[in-house]
């Protein structure tokens, strides 16, 4: 089989062993768990293979470094895309130049055939500007081992900071002289409440632009999948934070009302920003329902299936009120780990023990009784897009842009009652209102998960750019309010005692 093209591969330790050894095999270690231990490598690690099938090991070295290993998965997966891209493009187009021969002349032909030529992909500024970037780290890295001479990458001077603006260290005083220009800056897309609930009712819940449902959709998961943007739309969690989530963890307890909390581990949140998560009532009601119904149906199927005895290499919780007692199985000696130390591909392995018999920890599940990848769900947002489009909705979704909503909207949501709230309250309860909701923007930049208010501000952009009369109109007030629930429920930033146990 003949192949042009670099591929992108990730470890994985639950890979079974072939039972008959191809040529050039013959050398795999025999037990390629204990090999992945001992060269410290985790699951899920990207790692490329050339089109004759090579494994070229100072290439893929540039994954083995501790801020690649302990980088989000996606962060790698788009490292190793963006590298396999500018190889392949060598492989195909320069007469299968290497990567250590690369020039600025085969990045500036890269640039043309991406970005301009008519039979390219002509790519967007931000996903060419991002590629650069991916690849340019990639090759500073190969100057600094010694691997080459220098970076193919034309380089112009790092421009400074606008006034006020603290940037912090990062990289050289150089940076792609390719960079895009029409990237849109600081712009950011988010959609008003309104066209938040058209896209979701034509693309995942069948409904036409008439608001009647469609005879001929057959989405059997649409609860489902509603559900699953609501919590997004209505929290701001990313994609892989969020279907990340573990029964124990979601909130399904309908009885209490207003907005309840969960907190969401460093394990699974991006850059390990831990932060406690506010779901109105509405998204818990729906997340209870779907529990009790769709998701414990097809558990039940699973289990009559025999399906979760086949899982390799399981973790089990013998008890969810009890986060500390993840059970590893198959070690010699019997150890015990925290739900919230697991990262999200430990979660995937993870089975609860309950008296009705095991069932996968992870809350999102497949018709299958499985749970659901990153790239399932991306698929539903893209099947949700198309139908969109099928229907004459010019509207489309990713997941990103559904935390932007959840920014902007609640932006303005707590600007516009803030000076008022405080109005109504006596000094000791305004004192209280303080400590837990403070500044407007400092609230929702808590709930994102930055590290500095100078990210979220963008959000506070895209509102000045809108008349007081628009942002009325776009956000009306009709999504719950966080200040509507007792503060003493609402509490406050402190980390949970449990969490400060497993920290140290």
């Excluded at 013959?26 to 410290?40: F, I, Q």
């Excluded at 187009?93 to 600025?104: I, N």
């Excluded at 909701?437 to 998960?449: M, N, Q, T």
């Amino acid at each position: 089989m003949r192949r042009s093209a670099w591929t992108v591969h990730y470890s994985d330790r639950d890979v079974p062993r072939p039972s008959v050894v191809l040529p050039g095999l013959e050398g795999l270690p025999d037990e390629l768990m204990a090999w992945l231990d001992a060269a410290g490598l985790p699951d899920s690690l990207p790692f490329l293979l050339s089109p004759r099938f090579e494994y070229d090991a100072v290439l893929n070295s540039y994954f083995h470094r501790v801020d690649r290993i302990d980088a989000p998965q996606n962060s790698n997966a788009n490292r190793a895309r963006a590298l396999a891209g500018f190889l392949t493009f060598l492989e195909r187009s320069r007469r299968g130049t290497s990567w250590r021969q690369a020039t600025e002349a085969d990045h500036l032909a890269f640039h043309q055939w991406r970005r301009r030529e008519a039979a390219g992909p002509r790519v967007g500024g931000s996903t060419w500007s991002q590629e650069v970037s991916h690849v340019n780290q990639f090759y500073e890295w190969a100057v600094r081992q010694g691997h080459v001479d220098a970076v193919p990458i034309p380089q112009r001077l790092r421009r400074p900071a606008p006034l006020g603006i603290v940037r912090f260290p990062r990289g050289g005083e150089t940076v792609p002289a390719t960079y895009a220009h029409d990237e849109g800056g600081e712009r950011i897309e988010w959609l008003p409440p309104a066209s938040y609930r058209c896209w979701r009712d034509v693309g995942l819940r069948g409904y036409g632009p008439d608001g009647l449902l469609r005879a001929r959709f057959k989405g059997r998961w649409s609860a489902r999948n509603a559900t699953f943007v609501d919590l997004m739309v209505r929290t701001g969690l990313r994609l892989q934070e969020q279907a990340s989530l573990t029964v124990p963890e979601v909130p399904t307890h309908t009885g209490l009302g207003g907005y309840q909390r969960f907190w969401l581990p460093g394990a699974i949140a991006k850059y390990c920003s831990a932060r406690w998560v506010y779901v109105p009532h509405s998204v818990v009601r729906d997340l209870a329902a779907y529990a009790e119904f769709d998701r414990a149906e097809v558990v039940e199927a699973a289990r009559a299936a025999g399906r979760y005895r086949r899982w390799r290499r399981p973790l089990v919780l013998d008890d969810p009120t009890r986060p500390g007692g993840v059970r590893v199985t198959g070690s010699l000696e019997r150890r015990r780990v925290n739900l919230r130390e697991l990262q999200p591909r430990e979660r995937r392995r993870l089975l609860i023990e309950s008296g009705a018999g095991l069932e996968p920890a992870m809350f999102w599940l497949g018709e299958d009784g499985q749970p659901l990848a990153l790239s399932t769900w991306k698929g539903i947002f893209a099947d949700a897009n198309q139908r969109c489009l099928e229907q004459g909705v010019a509207l489309s979704c990713h997941a990103h842009l559904l935390r932007h909503t959840f920014a902007v909207v609640t932006l303005e949501q707590l600007q516009r009652g803030h000076l008022a709230a405080l109005a109504d309250l006596n000094p000791a309860q305004r004192g209280h209102y303080t400590r837990i909701f403070g500044d407007p923007l400092d609230w929702v930049r808590r709930r994102l998960g930055h590290r500095s208010v100078v990210t979220t501000v963008i959000y506070l952009h895209a509102l000045q750019e809108l008349e007081m009369q628009t942002r009325m109109a776009l956000v009306p007030d009709t999504w719950e309010d966080p200040r509507d629930t007792p503060l003493q429920r609402i509490g406050d930033d402190t980390v949970p005692p449990d969490e400060e146990q497993a920290a140290r």
